[in-house]
């Protein structure tokens, strides 16, 4: 056994080489001063941290085998630049701009022949979906961080069944960690003998830990059928009713996109480039990308709507959600509402809000009473005082977990997806966002948001900031961990 001195020699040794490790990464000041924090105060465990959570080892090879996969699929399914885009995108120059450079890095375009529907009772989405997959001629593609087969979820695994026996195509692929109730039960072998392929996404353990980091989450939550039908939103495959309930934060409120048309094909890009990766691995040839559908469906429009879907996480390059959003709210010229379930903001998002009311613009913000985490809602909580000093409006919603992702800037453009307004889902999860430039789309948001509203309790400024002292002490503690939460 090594002495206390020479081990605390030993540590510090270590903990110099992995803080000249992140100031060579060149991470977010934030997010570098909080694991320089935990590497010297906790002697070994912070080290124990580093190596499990703190490096970004999606890997380089993911990142370029990724964008050719996806540049694959997108010249395949005809997913290209729309000449008359800037004719047609009912935004303002700023906005137009926004959509190029997401066109031009993810490399996903706005599309412009859809349809959408917004689904939120959890009961209607299921039905929805299987009856979709009912209806499904050729392919069912389902990508979800949750899936636990109990409840009305019981109907999809059974509906996927019958569709593969009938001979469609269909595949599942879920998070390792976030889909743990499905790998162990019954229904995985069930779905398999069916001819359903299931697949582990970013599989963890404490062997994958020594070389990969283990807390990268596939947070995407899609489904595309046929290449026609295709759904994108905040809700896992879950039963509210069952789902989490010992956590006492009532039952999980989510929205749906259905959606119809080319948007669609974007969609399979994102599920076959996530599939690949998890059924092949990273040596991909040109073997593996035919074994998905390959060929352009010749459907006709299916509306008028403008769409973009926009991916993020580690594979890509910077944090393009991040990006958009903070990029979004300094556009803004008359509003800007933003529902969430987990409010973590950086300092750009922080400074992109405040100045935004500055200039005059109304901002507000939905969050859940109570989440799932107290110490994500701790330092959550840390930003209210801030933010309500600026003049920004804080409502908790007091109905269940609200888990709707959406922000809605100005009257035209509304996004909903996967994504958090947090560190976590800005750089780490793989993330899923559909942007939405239609003042029809926006309207149905704002009724939505309207209808949170009824449900919630606003924050006065003066009464939070009389808030007893050993809580704000909480929160600027583990405001401090916010940048790795």
């Given at each position: ?5 020479l081990?605390f020699v030993?540590?510090?040794l270590?903990a110099?080489?992995l803080?000249?490790?992140?100031l060579?990464?060149?991470l977010?000041v ?7 924090i ?6 070994y ?8 959570f703190?490096d970004?080892?999606m890997?380089?090879?993911r990142l ?14 005809g997913v ?10 009912d ?8 959509s ?5 890095l993810p ?6 022949d859809n ?5 939120e009772?959890?009961g ?16 069912c593609?389902l990508e979800f961080y949750i899936?636990e087969?109990e409840g ?7 509906a996927?069944a019958r569709?593969?026996?009938?001979g469609v195509?269909?595949n599942?692929?879920a ?8 790998f162990?039960s019954s229904?995985?072998?069930r779905l398999?003998?069916?001819g359903?392929?299931?697949?582990e996404?970013?599989?963890?353990g404490?062997?994958k830990?020594?070389?990969q980091r283990?807390d ?5 939550k899609?489904?595309?059928i046929?290449q026609?039908?295709?759904?994108i ?6 039963d ?22 080319r ?8 599920f ?10 990273l040596d991909v040839?040109?073997?593996?990308l035919r074994d998905l559908?390959?060929?352009r469906?010749d ?8 769409l973009q879907l926009l991916?993020?996480g ?8 991040h990006e958009w ?6 556009a803004a010229?008359?509003?800007v ?5 987990y409010f973590?903001p950086d300092?750009?998002l ?5 100045a935004?009311?500055?200039r005059?613009?109304a ?7 109570k989440?799932?985490?107290r110490?994500?809602?701790?330092a959550?909580e840390?930003?209210f005082e801030?933010?309500?000093e ?10 269940g977990?609200?888990?709707?992702k959406c922000?809605?800037?100005d009257?035209t453009?509304?996004?909903l ?15 899923l ?7 029809d789309v926006?309207?149905?948001?704002d ?14 400024a003066?009464e939070w ?5 050993w809580r ?7 405001r401090?961990?916010a940048?790795?939460l």
């Amino acid at each position: 056994m090594l002495p206390s001195s020479l081990a605390f020699v030993l540590h510090i040794l270590i903990a110099i080489a992995l803080t000249v490790r992140l100031l060579y990464r060149k991470l977010a000041v934030s997010t570098t001063l909080a694991w320089i924090i935990i590497l010297f105060s906790l002697p070994y465990i912070g080290i124990f941290f580093y190596f499990l959570f703190g490096d970004h080892r999606m890997g380089r090879k993911r990142l370029s085998q990724g964008n050719r996969i996806r540049q694959f699929y997108q010249r395949r399914y005809g997913v290209e630049e729309d000449p008359l885009m800037d004719v047609t995108l009912d935004a303002s120059p700023t906005i137009r701009a926004l959509s190029q450079s997401v066109a031009t890095l993810p490399g996903f375009p706005v599309t412009h022949d859809n349809s959408l529907e917004l689904l939120e009772d959890a009961g209607e989405i299921l039905d929805r979906i299987v009856a979709d997959i009912d209806a499904a001629t050729k392919t069912c593609f389902l990508e979800f961080y949750i899936v636990e087969p109990e409840g009305r979820v019981v109907a999809v695994m059974e509906a996927l069944a019958r569709a593969a026996r009938r001979g469609v195509d269909c595949n599942l692929l879920a998070d390792s960690f976030g889909s743990k109730a499905l790998f162990r039960s019954s229904w995985l072998q069930r779905l398999r003998t069916a001819g359903v392929d299931v697949e582990e996404s970013l599989p963890v353990g404490l062997i994958k830990s020594l070389s990969q980091r283990s807390d990268l989450r596939n947070h995407r939550k899609l489904i595309a059928i046929d290449q026609a039908i295709g759904y994108i939103g905040s809700f896992n495959l879950v039963d509210p009713k069952f789902f989490k309930q010992e956590r006492s934060v009532g039952e999980w409120v989510d929205t749906m996109f259905r959606l119809e048309g080319r948007i669609v094909d974007s969609l399979g890009c994102v599920f076959n480039a996530d599939y690949i990766f998890d059924c092949v691995g990273l040596d991909v040839d040109r073997e593996a990308l035919r074994d998905l559908p390959t060929d352009r469906p010749d459907t006709p429009p299916a509306g008028n709507v403008s769409l973009q879907l926009l991916p993020s996480g580690p594979e890509t390059h910077d944090s393009p959600i991040h990006e958009w959003v903070v990029s979004a709210i300094f556009a803004a010229q008359r509003r800007v509402s933003i529902i969430t379930p987990y409010f973590i903001p950086d300092e750009t998002l922080t400074l992109a809000l405040k100045a935004a009311c500055k200039r005059g613009v109304a901002v507000d913000v939905i969050v859940p009473e109570k989440i799932d985490s107290r110490m994500a809602q701790f330092a959550s909580e840390s930003v209210f005082e801030e933010l309500l000093e600026a003049g920004i409006g804080i409502a908790r919603y007091a109905d269940g977990l609200l888990h709707t992702k959406c922000v809605l800037v100005d009257d035209t453009v509304s996004m909903l997806g996967t994504v958090n307004m947090d560190t976590r889902s800005f750089y780490l999860n793989l993330e899923l966002t559909l942007i939405a430039y239609d003042r029809d789309v926006t309207r149905l948001m704002d009724e939505l948001r309207d209808r949170y509203l009824v449900r919630c309790t606003h924050i006065d400024a003066d009464e939070w900031a009389a808030r007893p002292n050993w809580r704000r002490m909480t929160e600027n503690i583990l405001r401090l961990a916010a940048p790795i939460l």
